[in-house]
């Protein structure tokens, strides 16, 4: 359950607050995006490490929802076998029983790719490079310790948050990583595309390969 540093980084945080923090407050003290955050706690609270509540007030408006790590939860670095056991489950079941197992993998790791991914501004324009760096700042948050070669449009990813499960099924795990990116570069409104990735060139690393066009991308909307 806690593959990535980021993660680690938001129950460390969370536990040094001492008290209940909304994910604004939290994401302004980790560094990453509120949806980022929100996606780390989500899995920490299924996990049980974390609990939540929705904030008392009598302020107008939505009410925050408030986040605390239990006191009683293991050190960082553990593993959850119960999830990891769903994990096996779920992706072994999508693999045994749909004709294109990696088509609905792709479809989910693109929508969730899009969700984690902030949009930029209105009429901001991303050079490639920033369109990558964009890319690379998300798989990094998700554990995949990414490393780009610009020039190559390769990005080499060194730690797979989900090594286990996509050694088994790579067709299903495999997808949803690449999903992940194009849904990434579907929101930055990006003229480029994550075309392959490369599961295991060794055996534990694998190439992300990355095809951005020369001009720079203006977003408008």
């Avoid at 980021?6 to 560094?31: C, F, K």
Wanted: aromatic share 6%.
């Amino acid at each position: 359950m806690l593959h990535g540093t980021s993660r680690i980084h938001v129950l460390e945080t969370l536990r040094a607050a001492g008290g209940p923090l909304p994910i604004t407050d939290l994401a302004t003290r980790v560094g990453l995006h509120p949806n980022t955050v929100r996606w780390h706690l989500d899995q920490l609270v299924q996990a049980g490490w974390v609990t939540h509540r929705t904030e008392s007030t009598s302020n107008p408006g939505r009410p925050h929802m408030l986040y605390t790590a239990r006191s009683d939860t293991p050190c960082c670095g553990g593993e959850n076998a119960g999830y990891r056991l769903l994990a096996d489950i779920l992706v072994s079941y999508l693999a045994r029983t749909d004709p294109n197992p990696a088509s609905w993998a792709a479809d989910a790791g693109r929508a969730w790719g899009r969700y984690l991914t902030e949009k930029p501004a209105p009429f901001a324009r991303l050079s490639p490079a920033e369109v990558t760096a964009r890319v690379v700042e998300l798989l990094e948050n998700l554990g995949f310790a990414p490393e780009p070669d610009q020039g190559a449009g390769l990005v080499t990813l060194h730690a797979c948050p989900f090594r286990e499960v996509a050694e088994a099924h790579p067709e299903v795990a495999c997808a949803v990583h690449l999903g992940l990116m194009q849904g990434a570069l579907a929101e930055l409104g990006a003229p480029a595309e994550a075309t392959w990735l490369e599961p295991f060139v060794t055996p534990r690393r694998c190439h992300a390969h990355l095809d951005t066009r020369a001009e720079e991308v203006s977003t408008h909307g």
